[in-house]
């Protein structure tokens, strides 16, 4: 049986070359903590943690290396922004295409007296900017939004939203899980005030290992989610005030800044345009064969303009938690199935509380996975 791996909108794999060998080597020749040793190995892993947060700098166009903080993912990145920044009688604006990741810290704070109106998006994803400006407020505080549905691959346009956002003194915050390394993101030209990112989706890196970037102005509104030793001013018990001390306390995942690092340079000698330009083109082979089959409804967009390579289906008529099931038991095909920790999208889209069977496709993907994938589905489908 073949092993078709189509969920990468969850974990991309594999990795980027490389990956694994940097971590070993880190752990197994490097070991040393940093900001806590005056030795050459804890310098030399210093050097490799500056030398990513650059190089994530160059990818979503930002100046200041020292603004780039390390999570351990983007659901802790969306928490020590969300709430380091809103404070009762504050009022934010999310879409209702949003992850829980946003929507649970949110909703904390809403029982906590924080404000908050969901703009409602199209049956397609798609967002109308206009729909925001309607929503801001004198309270208004930040606008919360994703780039990309993780359901359905909608993009929205974040460009559009950050001038409005700028022209009205509004935060704007971005969630780049579905997005960051395959779609053009520019902090400074599309007035980001909070970037937040995983490394173990686009970026190619390994799971564990996440972070944020944030203007300096930002920096200065927002509170610590949590504090600790951080290495610098040890004379002191009070929380540095300066970058990226104030956010990064404790000793952060150095094995995963390591994997993250080869990553990133992976993804600067393939080109993000040019990875982005494959997986396109087999998410527009794997639709052209999904609207040949009957009884199947595609969430979202029906073609490849304005989407990521994540594509849900909604076999009507079927168990759609059956099909994904089967995919994997009798064809090798990993699949997501069910709500994608996202209701607000689902209701949406129409694919609640049903779901939704996702596949996710990949640079590393071939053609005759994607048509492996769809006979499979047809046979399936044919046969409960």
Do not use: W
Request: net charge negative; glycine share 10%.
């Amino acid at each position: 049986m073949e092993r078709v791996y189509l969920d990468n909108g969850a974990t991309s794999y594999p990795k980027a070359p490389g990956v694994a060998h940097a971590m070993i080597n880190y752990i197994e020749n490097i070991g040393s903590n940093i900001n806590r040793g005056g030795y050459k190995s804890a310098y030399s892993a210093a050097e490799v943690v500056l030398e990513a947060r650059e190089r994530l700098c160059s990818l979503f166009n930002y100046s200041n290396s020292k603004n780039v903080i390390f999570t351990q993912n983007i659901t802790q990145s969306l928490n020590f922004i969300i709430k380091g920044l809103l404070r009762p009688g504050d009022h934010c604006i999310v879409t209702s295409m949003e992850h829980n990741a946003v929507m649970r810290p949110v909703m904390q704070l809403h029982k906590k007296g924080v404000e908050y109106t969901k703009v409602k998006c199209d049956i397609q994803g798609k967002l109308n900017s206009n729909d925001i400006l309607e929503c801001i407020k004198d309270n208004t505080k930040a606008v919360i939004m994703t780039h990309a549905s993780n359901v359905c691959g909608t993009i929205i346009s974040i460009s559009e939203v950050g001038e409005l956002c700028r022209q009205n003194n509004v935060k704007f915050i971005v969630d780049s899980a579905q997005t960051a390394g395959a779609v053009e993101i520019d902090v400074e030209k599309m007035n980001i005030d909070a970037l937040a990112f995983t490394g173990h989706k686009g970026l190619l890196g390994p799971q564990g290992i996440g972070g944020f970037i944030i203007t300096d102005e930002m920096a200065d509104l927002m509170d610590p989610l949590i504090s600790g030793g951080t290495g610098s001013m040890s004379d002191s018990e009070e929380i540095p005030p300066f970058m990226p001390d104030k956010f990064e306390c404790g000793t952060i995942n150095i094995p995963g800044i390591f994997g993250l690092n080869e990553a990133l340079k992976y993804l600067e000698k393939e080109g993000t345009e040019n990875i982005r330009n494959t997986e396109m083109g087999l998410t527009g082979l794997f639709i052209k064969g999904i609207k040949a089959l009957e009884g199947v409804r595609l969430a979202g967009l029906d073609g490849i303009e304005g989407r990521t390579a994540v594509v849900s289906i909604d076999c009507q008529g079927k168990d759609n938690a059956e099909v994904s099931y089967l995919l994997d038991k009798d064809f090798g095909i990993m699949t997501r199935c069910g709500l994608h920790c996202a209701p607000s999208a689902h209701k949406t889209l129409d694919t609640f509380p049903q779901g939704t069977v996702r596949f996710s496709f990949s640079h590393f993907n071939r053609e005759k996975e994607i048509i492996y994938a769809l006979d499979a589905l047809n046979k399936i489908l044919k046969s409960i």
